[in-house]
T-cell receptor
Framework: AQTIHQWPVAEIKAVGSPLSLGCTIK??????LYWYWQATGGTLQQLFY??????VESVVQLNLSASRPKDDQFILSTEKLLLSHSGFYLCAWTGGNSAETLYFGSGTRLTVL | AQKVTQTQTSISVMEKTTVTMDCVYETRDSSYFLFWYKQTASGEIVFLIR??????ENATEGHYSLNFQKPKSSIGLIITATQIEDSAVYFCAMRGTEGADRLTFGKGTQLIIQP
């Protein structure tokens, strides 16, 4: 069975500080990977997706960047956090077929002060 | 561009009753996929059920079922015999087959099950 692990579970960071969030998926080779962001009480907004190592497509950047250094790993980062970056970040995966269902990790709650 | 609209912000029903949550969508894709997810109090996003646009039969999964009305671009979620633990926020989502790989969500409906 596939498992997706996100880290860290929660972060409290200062405005202007750097950020790195990650997720790892086990039990699935060559997955499509996604980053989503959710403001408190809001909907889920897709930020990035990747279909293969080294290839990342941006949907909405929000002054963030993403990278896929390994087949099973997806990283979300920024060099300078803004207050507006606060929220819930979710990583998701699916197989390579557009018909497949997306499954989500447990998320990282980010508070920027 | 895809769009998913959930007009019901919050619904409150008594335990053991049936509830329907509405969702309408917009897409130019000839083939697409519709999903319902549940977000628990901890934030976890759980997949519940899906409907493929080319299938005429409404999907069912346990005590979840869908009311798919393609001419109206509507995909309602029906939960029968509701339980307290069904209290959560429910999101409708759509994934197309053309253009960028994107799963677009509605704004969600908060469901409150009262004992």
């Amino acid at each position: 069975a596939q498992t997706i692990h996100q880290w860290p579970v929660a972060e409290i960071k200062a405005v202007g500080s750097p950020l790195s969030l990650g997720c790892t998926i086990k039990g699935k080779s060559s997955p499509n990977l996604y980053w989503y962001w959710q403001a408190t009480g809001g909907t889920l907004q897709q930020l990035f997706y990747s279909i293969t190592v080294g290839q990342v497509e941006s949907v909405v950047q929000l002054n963030l960047s993403a990278s896929r250094p390994k087949d099973d790993q997806f990283i979300l980062s920024t060099e300078k956090l803004l207050l507006s970056h606060s929220g819930f970040y979710l990583c998701a995966w699916t197989g390579g077929n557009s018909a497949e269902t997306l499954y989500f990790g447990s998320g990282t709650r980010l508070t920027v002060l | 561009a895809q769009k998913v609209t959930q007009t019901q912000t919050s619904i409150s029903v008594m335990e053991k009753t049936t509830v329907t949550m509405d969702c309408v969508y917009e897409t130019r894709d000839s083939s697409y996929f519709l999903f319902w997810y549940k977000q628990t109090a901890s934030g976890e996003i759980v997949f519940l059920i899906r409907q493929d646009s080319y299938k005429k039969e409404n999907a069912t999964e346990g005590h979840y079922s869908l009311n798919f009305q393609k001419p109206k671009s509507s995909i309602g979620l029906i939960i029968t015999a509701t339980q307290i633990e069904d209290s959560a926020v429910y999101f409708c989502a759509m994934r197309g087959t053309e253009g960028a790989d994107r799963l677009t969500f509605g704004k969600g409906t908060q469901l409150i099950i009262q004992p």
